[in-house]
């Protein structure tokens, strides 16, 4: 097995007598896009900053490509990194500004010019050259940054909240040109944000972190559909989060009682439980399906259902959400998501509908909770 590209051991970064940065260990890949992913405050630029040098660590190990980089400067490490704010100088040209890494180095004009050209061609700023920057598009902007950074054939480039500073549709269309262009020059790129819909469309894997801590790492479709605590529930997407105690366990079933529900349901999740354990299963909006209370659900496979009567609907277009409180229990609402298709529009559903709630047995993921 290929030892991993970057590997961080035992990370620790303290700020005024606070770890803001708390033992963490990663390891990623040559060519992977990697993703940190958290709340503001998280720590998620700290880890960042610390990869890149502008910051040392109170404790722990940096090991880029073999080496340890606790020790190497900022301007000696095969990193670069694209700021959120781009830091691009406005008295260059997008050439001069994409060439200046080179310059410094000494590179020759004719080399650089070259390196720029093909530079230019990769993130699509062929026929900029000459521009400043401000004539420039925020996507535009954001290109150059990256391209500068590329240009110095770092090992690793880092970005920072990219995305943030452009407009919805823009960050859109920019979600996909980045992942493009590392897919294309098979850099490893490492990128902060606290955007969850941004890190499961673009990366390999994400680690998600809170109050300094990694709390789960994995590939995006795993972190969504196999949660391992109810932060990450919560944080990627959204989730319903139910209080339960285990009442039967068979080979492929755990048979949960809901607490606040005062209801029995089966999942197909198994983690070594015993009867008397205290877990949550956690269910996302959209593996759940709203129905009318007078009407049979004609599909067998969702076993578990709730009474409960319909408290909100929100339109997003495509998507609604409904709010479901449970009849007769002092239960946070149920949160329903269901695509407004034909069926979903015949049924009328009203504030106030008395309504069934199911799901399939495969539906729930429950997490351990450690009273």
Known sequence: MNAPLISLQGLSKEFHGKNVVELVDLTIKAGEFYGILGPSGCGKTTLLRLIAGLEQPSSGQIIIDGLSMNSVPANRRPVNTVFQSY???????VEENIGYGLKLKGIVPEKIKERVGAI?????????ERRRPNELSGGQLQRVALARALIMQPKVVLLDEPLAALDAKLREIMKYELVKIQKD????FIMVTHDQQEALSMMDKIAVMNE????QVDQPKVLYEKPKNSFVANFIGSANCLMGTVTKVEKDRTYVMLTD???????????NFRVKDSVQA?????????QDINIADDNKENVN???????EIIYHGGVSTFRIGITDKNAEPLVISQLNDAQQTKAKYRIGSNVKVCWRVDAATLIPVHL
């Not at 230019?120 to 900029?128: E, Q, R």
């Not at 020059?185 to 490893?188: A, E, F, P």
């Not at 956690?282 to 709203?290: D, G, V």
């Not at 259902?305 to 408290?311: E, I, T, Y």
């Open 212 to 215: 300094g801590k990694i709390q």
């Open 282 to 290: 956690i269910i996302r909006p959209e593996k759940m399906k709203l």
């Open 185 to 188: 020059v098979g850099i490893t």
């Open 87 to 93: 830091a691009i100088f406005p008295h260059m040209s």
């Open 305 to 311: 259902c709730v009474r409960g009567s319909l408290l």
């Open 261 to 271: 529900i005062n209801q029995e349901i089966i999942s197909t999740a198994n983690n």
């Open 120 to 128: 230019l061609d990769i993130v699509d700023l062929s026929g900029l």
